[in-house]
């Protein structure tokens, strides 16, 4: 009889078809560490460290082998023996019998075999996870064991995404994708699998958005950019590269599916380790490297890098090297160069964080908020971080015992924002820099950096300019040293200049920078600084002046070209010579941002030499921009809602093509951070008609993106300018549109609240528009609510006062609403005729967003009468167009709605895979409602083949509405287990 036994997921051993009962939690832990090494001895005082958590009772050995005694007697001996040998116990099983075995030799044929073979063995593999690895079992053997074999696991998903994409099966792959992508924001190959997906679905917006995301957290998290192959990537998606069309999928063998793995099944794992023996494909990374690029002309510092590379891991705890030093003295170089050279000791991975302790424009990052970021990049969910910030560092200090991890904490701002943040295990490593001295600290060593003596600031010089340039002027040489204050961020940057100036010496150099005339910048950056300002001509001067007044992170040329008032080609021509005079970066092609030091000197020269006036002018063109385009990028997506008068002053000549769904979606999701920061600047320093009426144009945007977080952050800030105004029309549309985002994040009081108030406004200015679109969104909510009578008055009243004013899209919109409500009260009939009505009166404002709602209305009447198959067609309808638009919020409605339709149709197969979809696009929006209900209908689906399953899902949809105090909580808890 044939014995199997399996550790991803609870402890078992299966006999036959029989479970054997192996006893308590220490006993299965015993059976654990012997099935994890299995035909391997282990020494008995190892087993005994790795069962009792280093801490072992007095009479350890013998309850080991009381232990080993009783597993004895459970197993069957032909198929499974524990033999004492050497000073150890080994079990002896064939491996193949074991799931992890297995897993790992079905991972290592997978990747030494051809596409379609290794597509079957990496389902197969995946197959064999049953739920978290030692489910029920803990201690920091075990869990340094479970972080390795979820690493195994992502990496044989990432190996099997790249085989299906390759064969054209990108549609299977995207509900995958998307849940991954959520537990793994920050994986840049997931992501380019993810965005290939997309773009091959036809979605190509949603494709470009999805770079955005991880761009923005990358750059806001860690301080880095893309690297090459996703930015690569990123570009043939702009420019519609024909090689990413997909190839034809080939007939597929039948083969037992592969089970879809369940979003809260596995926690994120960042460390995936290599796959050796697999010469037919490259291994994947050892562990996560977060470290920015090694300098390329580092040069000296060879005390200070012996003293961080030396052997510490004798310590008790992990090693802590804490680098101080001034603005621009090389910590952060010294501290990367040395990471790159450590990176090799630290196979679990190599993590950099800023923590903007003394960047111009940002507040310090908060022990808490650094603590979020490190446990998220070794792939806790969100939703698992505890806000508490003792319990956050109990939290990573236990994430990171028995992983070998290197960590670079940049930019400290003092002592106590960095102690919450170290290891406690000596297996990881921390290099900290920092302006000031962290003497509070209990450090391994402190480095204060002074500047470089003279010798290694000429090589550093010489190692940029090149030694023969060098050499023939050293007088001059060292005369620039001193001039830079021998400073190496003053000294690369002028060097850089005279390396592209063929023609200058280094005197001439020299004597550029002593004819500073700005005597009241003194220091030696300053000088490098303005010597590069004093070369450029009006034109680059001014350019760089102004746009240090941009509130965002970045630009692009036609922001600039608004800020001058003048034309595309000059507005890039003048940004592409301040790329090639260092005074701007060019992280991707297109965008161009300043270093943190340079926009600060731009913007102090700015307030020395601009007049007050261009100060304001300058402001005031850089706001008409982003409400000028923001709303012609909203007139595309949302044609048929109404357009109130804005207040703009200059608007711009050239903006970028928006002339599709797509593109306007990208433009917005491109610049979504820097339309934020603009809203905020613009509140803050009085702008308040820009300020209100830029959220106002980006309603739609953040509703239809399922950026629900911005949506009510800046429309707070609209909403504290509207009454700065006393408009009340700015206040009624700010409050309505306030409160439909509370609506969206279950904050129904708040929500309330605004919609009375908006109301209220709107009746007092005679506002009937506004007054009819506030009274649906009452009525959405009094449907939501079971209140039926008072939602068909809100309906009815909101079509009436539409018909006052003529309008089609809100007529439209009313009696979609309508429509549905009449569906909830059964009266099928009336429902399809107000649904076909709204659905014809979109057609006429060509408002695809309408069309879908229209659409998937008419889908829930037809199922509740039965007509599955005209239900599924009006679904699938609305499903093609709201991708089309790039709707997200509304396409995970859709997903649960042809989930609902498959169910009761009785395919409740297609029922569970279209809610875990639509669940996984929850889960990236952060929709409550469409959570539960996907949560709900995979436990219906389920309810049968695997209910315990099911169970957990049908808890957690309750637990949502019990929240959210919707109706669907009594109905729910109300049904027979």
Not at 71 to 98: F, H, K, N, Q, W
Not at 148 to 163: G, K, M, P, Q, S
Not at 216 to 245: C, K, Q, S, Y
Not at 421 to 430: F, K, M, Q, T
């Amino acid at each position: 009889m044939r014995m199997r036994a399996g550790v991803l997921g609870e402890i078992e051993v299966i006999l036959g078809d029989r479970e054997i009962d192996v006893g308590p939690a220490r006993r299965r832990c015993v059976l654990a560490v012997l099935l994890v090494e299995a035909n391997r001895v282990v020494p008995v005082e190892e087993l005994v460290r790795r069962v009792w958590d280093g801490a072992p009772p007095a009479k350890a050995t013998a309850s080991l082998r009381s232990h080993l005694s009783r597993l004895r007697m459970a197993l069957m001996p032909e198929a499974c023996a524990i033999v004492r040998r050497s000073g150890g116990y080994v079990l002896t099983m064939d491996e193949s019998a074991v799931d992890i075995h297995h897993f790992r030799r079905l991972l290592l044929q997978a990747r030494t075999a051809g596409d379609d073979q290794a597509a079957e063995l990496f389902e197969e593999a995946l197959r064999l996870w049953r739920g978290e690895p030692f489910a029920g079992l803990d201690n920091p053997w075990l869990a340094a064991v479970r972080e390795a074999v979820r690493a195994e696991r992502l990496a044989a998903e990432l190996d099997y995404h790249d085989i299906e994409l390759r064969r054209g099966r990108h549609g299977r792959l995207l509900a995958t994708l998307w849940a991954r992508a959520q537990e793994h924001p920050l994986n840049e190959r997931l992501a380019a699998q993810l965005m290939l997906a997309l773009y091959r679905d036809g979605r190509p917006a949603d494709a470009l958005a999805c770079y955005q995301r991880i761009r923005d957290r990358l750059v806001d998290e860690l301080g880095a950019d893309p690297g090459l192959d996703l930015t690569r990537l990123h570009h043939r998606i702009l420019t519609a590269d024909p090689t990413l069309t997909p190839p034809a999928p080939r007939p597929r063998a039948l083969v037992p599916a592969a089970r879809e793995p369940s979003l809260h099944a596995f926690a994120l794992a960042r460390f995936a380790p290599p796959a050796p023996e697999a010469p037919a494909r490259p291994a994947p990374a050892t562990g996560r490297s977060d470290l920015p690029r090694d300098v390329s002309h580092f040069t000296g510092r060879t005390e200070e890098l012996c003293r961080l590379l030396e052997d510490a891991d004798d310590v008790t705890s992990a090693p802590v090297f804490a680098i101080d030093g001034m603005a621009g003295v090389g910590k952060t170089a010294l501290a990367v160069h040395a990471a790159h050279r450590l990176g090799v000791r630290y196979p679990d991975g190599s993590l950099f964080l800023d923590l903007h302790g003394h960047t111009p424009g940002h507040e310090p990052l908060t022990s808490g908020a650094a603590l979020d970021k490190l446990l998220r990049a070794t792939g806790m969910p969100g939703a698992e971080i505890p806000d508490d910030l003792d319990e956050r560092a109990a939290l990573w200090r236990a994430r990171s015992a028995g992983r070998r991890l290197l960590l670079v904490l940049d930019n400290a701002a003092d002592s106590s924002q960095v102690r919450p943040l170290l290891p406690g295990a000596p297996g990881c490593r921390v290099l900290v820099t920092s302006r000031r001295r962290l003497v509070e600290l209990d450090t391994t060593a402190t480095l204060s950096l002074d500047v470089p003596p003279l010798d290694e600031a000429l090589a550093l010089f010489a190692r940029v300019i090149g030694d023969s340039r060098a050499r023939a002027e050293p007088a001059a040489a060292r005369e620039v040293l001193g001039l830079c204050g021998r400073l190496p961020l003053a000294i690369g940057m002028v060097a850089a200049r005279l390396r592209s100036r063929p023609a200058w010496t280094v005197g001439h150099l020299s004597g550029r920078l002593r004819e500073e005339r700005l005597a009241e910048i003194a220091t030696g950056v300053a000088a490098a600084f303005t010597m590069s300002y004093e070369h450029l001509v009006p034109d680059q001067r001014r350019l760089f002046r102004l746009l240090s007044m941009h509130p965002g992170a970045d630009c692009d040329a036609h922001l600039v070209a608004a800020l001058l008032a003048t034309d595309l080609n000059e507005a890039e021509r003048l940004l592409e010579q301040l790329v090639d005079l260092h005074l701007l970066q060019q992280p991707r092609p297109g965008r161009y941002r300043f270093h943190d030091l340079l926009r600060e000197h731009a913007r102090s020269i700015a307030r020395a030499e601009e007049p007050e006036a261009s100060h304001h002018e300058s402001l005031l063109r850089i706001l008409d921009y982003f409400l000028f385009t923001a709303a012609h990028a909203r007139r595309r997506f949302a044609p048929g809602q109404r357009r109130l008068p804005l207040d703009i002053t200059h608007p711009p000549a050239h903006v970028p093509p928006l002339d599709d769904h797509s593109r306007a979606i990208a433009w917005c999701e491109t610049e979504a951070t820097n339309l934020t920061a603009v809203i905020d600047h613009a509140a803050e320093h009085g702008r308040h008609t820009h300020a209100w009426q830029l959220a106002h144009v980006l309603q739609h945007f953040f509703d239809i993106r399922g950026r629900t977080d911005d949506w009510i952050s800046t429309h707070r800030r609209a909403l504290a300018a509207a009454d700065a105004l006393d408009d009340p029309q700015a206040q009624a549309e700010t409050t309505r549109s306030l409160g439909v985002a509370y609506w969206h994040a279950g904050r129904y009081e708040e929500a309330l609240a605004h919609g009375t108030r908006s109301l209220d406004l709107c009746r007092r200015i005679g506002d009937r528009w506004g007054e009819a679109t506030t009274l649906v969104g009452f009525g959405v909510a009094y449907r939501a609510m079971g209140a039926l009578t008072e939602a068909f008055d809100c309906f009815e009243q909101a079509l009436h006062l539409y018909d006052e004013v003529d309008a089609t899209w809100g007529r439209a919109l009313a009696l979609t609403n309508l429509g549905i409500a009449c569906s909830d009260a059964g009266r099928h009939d009336e429902a399809v005729i107000r649904g076909t009505q709204g659905l014809d009166l979109y057609g006429t404002t060509e408002d695809k967003w309408g069309e879908a709602l229209a659409l998937t209305s008419l889908g829930i009447t037809y199922r509740r009468t039965g007509r599955f198959q005209l239900s599924l067609a009006h679904h699938e309808r609305a499903l093609r167009l709201n991708r089309e638009i790039g709707d997200v919020r509304a396409e995970c409605k859709v997903l649960n709605d042809l989930g609902h339709t498959h169910h009761a149709a009785g395919q409740r197969a297609h029922a569970e895979a279209y809610h875990r979809r639509a669940l996984a696009l929850a889960l990236v929006i952060d929709d409550l409602y469409q959570r539960a209900q996907a949560h709900e209908g995979i436990g219906e689906a389920t309810l049968t083949t695997a209910p315990d399953a099911a169970y957990h899902h049908l808890r957690d949809a309750l637990t949502i509405y019990t929240w959210l105090g919707v109706p669907q909580a009594a109905s729910l808890s109300n049904r027979p287990r």
